[in-house]
């Protein structure tokens, strides 16, 4: 979605540690899910005010990347002890936290993927191919994560990794989700022939699938299964056949293989995220009227309905708790700016819980949260 990275260029200069899972050498994240067909348009919320942290009988964990990556736990931050590293997804197992996410080698400026239990890392790179960490899924005492290594997509149980097969130059892994014994990734590859173009797909215990679309290109962001069904979220652009581009993206998701466009209340949208609950079917992400140089409304769909929770925000990631529904994203900033009439965009990590904002840090703090995970007390 092209809302989250139209910043004048000097801007994005001085924020490139802070950029939005698209800019991320290769993009992320992915819970378990259930149920959705497209919806109407639903009303638009209300503009929450700041929140008080935490919720009855549930601690809030997300992560972000600043100048450091940082687990926030409500709205206290733990920067992690690895400088240059950068964190995609978080997920809870019982009471350990599992984040998935990369750190660079300084003198090669090599990335490594890893993942953190519980603050302690464990490598998942060699140190010699370049490798990310997209997503992360925990199931018994086995751990599962996604991503890449040399731009092609791949998944570690373990620590060991298995390459997927796909069709063209590149691909990527970019959520993750496990049910009894079988596995399945989501991602994207490219086109082998002209006219060149991502294509999403997915892969169950390795088998490569390619989605459902008529789409010039598209994305995948997250996976989840319930049951036999297998549901999938990401955005999407113009058509193949015949080949023509779209001004605006499309928030979609995927169910069993099958494209559906979820309403959307302006030009353009994104979907991020995905929870399931009580056969209920949630997804985060984003709007935007397209022309507005970065600035987003964030939303969430409820088995296809959507709902505006703010103005002036994006979110990335979603988890709900009974009737509690918690988004993790960014609220956004504007300072004038002399380059073309566009404006400095500014993005601040926070949270929403039923549409009520918690701010993380001060107005001073940079970034978006990748990931959100909820632990009872």
Known sequence: MKIKYLLPLILIAILA????????PNPST???GTTGATGTTGATGTT???GTTGSTGVDVYAVSTVSQPTLW???AATFFSVNGSQVSAVISSGKDIYVAGYTIIQNSGVYVACYWKNGTIVNLGDGTNISVANAIAVQGNDVYVAGTVNNKPVYWKNGSVTMLTYIGPEGSAEG?????TDVYVSGTHSSSDAPYRSIPCYWKNGEFKNLDGDFWRAQTKAIAVNGNDVYIVGFANG???PAASSTYDSAVFWKNGVAQKLATTKNESDAEGIAISNGDVYISGSVSDGISFGIASAAYWKNGVINIIQDNAMTNCIAVKGTDVYVGGAYITTTPSNINNTPYVYYHPAWWKNGVITKLGAESQLGELYGIALVSK
Do not use: E, F, L
Request: charged fraction near 15%; aromatic fraction near 4%; glycine fraction near 12%.
């Open 17 to 24: 540690i802070v950029s939005c899972k698209k800019s991320n």
């Open 30 to 32: 992915g819970n378990t």
């Open 48 to 50: 929450g005010t700041s």
């Open 73 to 75: 736990k409500n709205d």
């Open 176 to 180: 993750i989700a496990v049910n009894g």
């Open 239 to 241: 058509t193949y056949s």
